[in-house]
């Protein structure tokens, strides 16, 4: 589902709600929001949205080609309701986001994240969906917090990742 002016207060309770998330983080995540409701695709970032038959949001992700680079892509977002979490909907999610990208001829996904232990069932998610771990930089984010940079190539066999 297309992102609508109606999902920015739903974001932004949702990620109000998820605990590995800063108040800064959340403005920036907002942000991007903002920008893709004003410009649509010129913002250059899409959203995936898992809403309910109810209208309640249960997740949703924000991803983007990204900037002068040859078809690979940013997954700069994703989040589920915790009170939803391991029930699939992340899962769900990146392969809406994947199968997007793949439309687009994307061919590379990259995924930042943190190493801090409130990140290892986020690292767990995107390992099991067959992302894997290019790049790490020690205490990028603060002593201590690396940053986990993630690719999936959606043009290769798994094992050639
Ligand atoms: C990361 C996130 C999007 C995953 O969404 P989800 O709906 O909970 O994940 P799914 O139920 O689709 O899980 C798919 C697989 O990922 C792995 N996984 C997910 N959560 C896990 C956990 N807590 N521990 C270990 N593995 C986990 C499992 O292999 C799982 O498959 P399984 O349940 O069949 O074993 C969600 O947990 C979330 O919103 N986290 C907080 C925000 C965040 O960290 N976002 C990413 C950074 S921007």
Request: charged share 25%; aromatic share 10%.
């Amino acid at each position: 589902m297309k992102l609508a002016p109606r999902h920015r207060a739903a974001i932004a309770e949702l990620l109000g709600r998820v605990s590995e998330f800063t108040a800064d983080e959340v403005a920036v995540a907002l942000e991007l929001v903002d920008e893709a409701l004003a410009r649509g695709d010129a913002s250059g970032y899409r959203f995936a949205i898992d809403e309910a038959a109810d209208g309640a949001l249960r997740g949703y992700a924000c991803f983007g080609p990204t900037p002068m680079t040859e078809a690979t892509w940013d997954l700069y977002w994703i989040a589920v309701d915790p009170r939803l979490q391991r029930g699939g909907h992340g899962r769900a999610l990146l392969g809406e986001v994947e199968r997007a990208v793949a439309a687009a001829a994307g061919r590379l996904l990259r995924v930042e994240t943190a190493s801090l232990d409130a990140y290892d069932a986020t690292r767990a998610f995107y390992e099991r969906a067959g992302y894997a771990c290019a790049a790490r930089l020690g205490d990028f984010y603060a002593r201590g917090n690396d940053l986990c940079i993630y690719t999936k190539y959606l043009d290769r066999p798994a094992a050639d990742v």
